[in-house]
C-alpha cells in the first residue's frame, strides 16, 4: 500500500484553545499515533504514562503518552498519541483511526468512513 498524508489538529484536552494542525502520515502499522514531542510540547500536554513500542527495525523503546483531542473531517475525539522523537515524522495511527471510524482507501489516497463491527466475547461471531 502506498503512503499518504492526512491533516489533524491536535489540541489540549483541558485547553481546546492550544492547538495545531499537523501533517501525519497515515499509517496502520503505528498502533498509536507518533507526534514529534517539541510540537506536543507547543500545545502544552503533559505527559500522562510510559508505553513500550516495537521499531520497524526490531528495538524496543519506552516513549511517554498523552491523550488530546484530535479533529479530522469535521468529527472531534479524544485519542492517545505517543511524544516522538524531535524530528521525527507525525505518524496518524491505528487507534486514532479507529477512534474516528475511519480507514485508509490506498488508490484514492483518503480516509473513508467505515461501520464498527461488534463480537460476541464468548463465539467471535457478530452480535
Not at 50 to 72: C, H, I, S
Not at 121 to 126: F, P, V
Request: a negative charge.
Amino acid at each position: 500500500m502506498g503512503t499518504f498524508k492526512e491533516k489533524i489538529v491536535l489540541a489540549n484536552s483541558e485547553d481546546a484553545s492550544l492547538k495545531m494542525e499537523v501533517d501525519c502520515i497515515v499509517d496502520t502499522g503505528a498502533t498509536y499515533s507518533w507526534i514529534p514531542s517539541d510540537k506536543l510540547k507547543k500545545i502544552q500536554v503533559e505527559e500522562m504514562f510510559m508505553r513500550k513500542f516495537k521499531l520497524a527495525d526490531g528495538r524496543t523503546v519506552e516513549r511517554p503518552m498523552t491523550e488530546v483531542l484530535a479533529t479530522l473531517k469535521g468529527m472531534t475525539i479524544h485519542t492517545l498519541v505517543a511524544f516522538g522523537d524531535v524530528g521525527s515524522e507525525s505518524l496518524l495511527g491505528a487507534f486514532t483511526l479507529e477512534g474516528f471510524g475511519l480507514a485508509p482507501d490506498p488508490v484514492n489516497k483518503t480516509l473513508v468512513p467505515v461501520p464498527a463491527l461488534l463480537l460476541n466475547a464468548d463465539t467471535g461471531r457478530k452480535i
